[in-house]
């Protein structure tokens, strides 16, 4: 079956500029989990959700960053004024049961570059 | 908090070579193990995990790593590489008691020479 999407797969834009990354999980997965990618580094935890709701949002930088998956399925996660240090490859996973020993299932990311 | 730690960045191998990357976490309670694999143009995907048994575990394309709690270790390791086994490789820890929350190490990359 079809696995985890992501849109889109590149995004530049201006420092100051809001964008919206979006994923789309494997059909029936009830965990959503959002992480940056940073060159060089390991995925770094952002959030996730269970079915639509934002379980731990601990990740999350600080309040220019924020995630919604308000059906239990398509995700977005926004970035408000965005800035250079923003830039990173931003990686999108689901599981199918969302308990610690499920396997997670990535996406392509997104690789955002800020001017 | 928990961490990971991968000590080897770069490993370069010849074809048939064995292979053993390091990977030492801190938490302090019950953890939830994974070796996660990346290959040139390709997503992130499990190559094994471990969260109870046998602290042997086995994964895919002939990979297997071991838990030793003593030494806070799930090192990675295959026998006989491939140029296939070309890729990098991430390990990963979660808590028992938070299920989404998984840390990352910075990943090791393996060249494997023909």
């Known amino acids: 079956g079809a696995g985890v999407s992501q849109s889109p797969r590149y995004k530049v834009t201006k420092r100051g500029q809001d964008v919206a990354l979006r994923c789309d999980p494997i059909?029936?997965?009830?965990?959503l989990y959002w992480y940056r990618q940073a060159l060089g580094q390991g995925p770094e935890f952002l959030t996730y959700?269970?079915?639509?709701?934002?379980?731990?949002k601990s990740g999350l930088p600080n309040d220019r960053f924020s995630a919604e998956r308000p059906e239990g399925s398509i995700s977005t996660l926004t970035i408000q004024r965005t800035e250079q240090r923003d830039s990173a490859m931003y990686r999108c996973?689901?599981?199918?049961?969302?308990?610690?020993?499920?396997?997670?299932?990535f996406g392509p990311g997104t690789r955002l570059t800020v001017l | 908090a928990q961490s990971v730690s991968q000590h080897n960045h770069h490993v370069i191998l010849s074809e048939a070579a064995s292979l053993e990357l390091g990977c030492n976490y801190s938490?302090?309670?019950?953890?939830?193990l994974f070796w996660y694999v990346q290959y040139p143009g390709q997503h992130l995907q499990l190559l094994l995990k471990y969260f109870s048994g046998d602290p042997l575990v086995k994964g895919i394309k002939g990979f297997e790593a071991e838990f030793i709690k003593s030494k806070f270790s799930f090192n990675l390791r295959k026998p006989s590489v491939q140029w296939s086994d070309t890729a990098e490789y991430f390990c990963a820890v979660n808590a028992g008691t938070n299920a989404g929350k998984s840390t990352f190490g910075d990943g090791t990359t393996l060249t494997v020479k023909p």
């Open positions: 996973a689901s599981s199918l049961a969302g308990t610690s020993t499920d396997t997670q299932y």
């Open positions: 959700f269970n079915y639509e709701a934002q379980q731990d």
């Open positions: 938490y302090g309670g019950t953890v939830n």
């Open positions: 059909s029936g997965h009830v965990s």
